[in-house]
């Protein structure tokens, strides 16, 4: 009886045992079946930088047509600077003569997708934020009143004191109230775009690398381009473009920015 109760015991926990093994390997099963479903539908709506960069390109192309002599553009994706000027490459390049003028204008682009998430992500830089903080600190010492108290005081040491204490307090009270300002931080995207110098210069991005800028520093991310006068667009996932800023216009006292670009010959040649 009691071999036949034992026996009867193993057979019972061993048959459960197998039921709820199957149970876990089905709903194994299905946890990577829609955790895989989810992914790949996530990664059907991140553009590609490629995508970005051409949604872009044809989307400046139309912007600046008009503002072109006979509507004539150049216009191309991947355009190399010069060696001497670092052999570095742009996203998009545009470039036409002014219809008045005929004066050579140059527009210049740099695209970003998911996979560059880290250049579009705002960060302080500490040497922006100290020098705003020395400037903002030292109007605000010696533009208002209580910088002339030390007249008050009754040796030129206390006097020397005072100002050299008001001072540098209030550089750290500015420093402490804007280190999370926008105008002290800045981003890898912010330094290539300069690379690529321009009469105008741009900054496309993908919707869904937007959305994963953490919600925080979005705001930061728009403002830091704004204020730095480079202009922004966002592609989104059906290639509609949409613009969130103009950049602001940079002029080049003597020659023109085509000088800085290994396509500059083929660029005159077709524009002239």
């Not at 730095?228 to 216009?249: A, C, D, E, T, W």
Request: aromatic share 16%.
């Amino acid at each position: 009886m009691y071999n036949g109760a034992t026996y009867l015991f193993f057979f019972t926990y061993k048959k459960s045992s197998l039921r709820n093994f199957h149970k876990v390997i089905q709903a194994t099963f299905l946890f990577s079946f829609f955790f895989t479903k989810i992914l790949l539908t996530r990664m059907a709506k991140q553009l590609l930088e490629i995508t970005v960069q051409k949604a872009a390109q044809e989307y400046l192309e139309g912007y600046y047509k008009w503002r072109a002599r006979r509507n004539k553009l150049w216009s191309k994706i991947e355009v190399r600077t010069k060696k001497e000027y670092g052999g570095k490459r742009a996203d998009g390049l545009l470039a036409y003569r002014k219809r008045l003028l005929g004066s050579w204008y140059v527009v210049s682009m740099e695209a970003k997708s998911y996979k560059t998430l880290d250049a579009i992500t705002p960060r302080r830089d500490n040497w922006t934020w100290f020098k705003n903080s020395a400037y903002y600190g030292s109007l605000i010492t010696f533009g208002s009143g209580a910088f002339f108290f030390y007249q008050q005081m009754e040796t030129t040491q206390s006097a020397l004191i005072y100002i050299l204490g008001l001072w540098v307090g209030v550089i750290l009270i500015t420093a402490i109230l804007t280190r999370n300002a926008f105008f002290n931080k800045t981003m890898p995207v912010y330094s290539q775009i300069l690379q690529y110098p321009a009469n105008e210069q741009w900054v496309s991005i993908s919707e869904d690398s937007y959305e994963m800028i953490p919600k925080k520093l979005r705001k930061s991310f728009v403002k830091v381009l704004k204020a730095r006068g480079i202009g922004l667009v966002i592609v989104n996932r059906k290639k509609f473009v949409s613009r969130i800023h103009k950049p602001q216009k940079r002029r080049k006292l003597l020659g023109n920015f085509l000088k800085y670009y290994s396509l500059e010959k083929e660029i005159k040649g077709y524009l002239k």
